[in-house]
């Protein structure tokens, strides 16, 4: 199963903006997902994590901010964010780990950038 991530853009800062992960299979596949991203010049960094059975974990720097979700008849994952700060410009990334094997998946990265 593939993932394929969406949604980044340009958005003001107290802005925004809900970013998509798509898998090309069933998503109940995935034991869990998470997204992360990786700002300019930086290391990737975990935001936050959603398991099968719908416990979340979220970054303190996220939490309150951030919301990870899944649509299981669409086959998607999102993140919510809203509250935006410059500091949240990266790349965003989605993962999956599946059920069967432990095999890991990445989507591709999608921009996001926060600037007035």
């Known amino acids: 199963v593939q993932l394929q991530a969406s949604g980044g853009g340009l958005v003001q800062p107290g802005g925004s903006l809900r970013l998509s992960c798509a898998a090309s299979?069933?998503?109940?596949?995935?034991?869990?997902m998470s997204w992360y991203r990786q700002p300019p010049g930086k290391g990737r960094e975990l935001l936050a994590t959603?398991?099968?059975?719908?416990?979340?974990n979220y970054a303190d720097f996220v939490k309150g901010r951030f919301t990870i979700s899944i649509e299981n008849a669409k086959n998607t994952m999102y993140l919510q964010m809203n509250s935006l700060k410059p500091e949240d410009t990266a790349v965003y990334y989605c993962?999956?780990?599946?059920?069967?094997?432990?095999?890991?998946?990445w989507g591709q990265g999608t921009l996001v950038t926060v600037s007035s």
């Open positions: 959603i398991f099968s059975g719908g416990i979340t």
């Open positions: 993962k999956g780990v599946a059920t069967i094997g432990m095999k890991v998946s």
């Open positions: 299979g069933s998503i109940l596949s995935f034991t869990a």
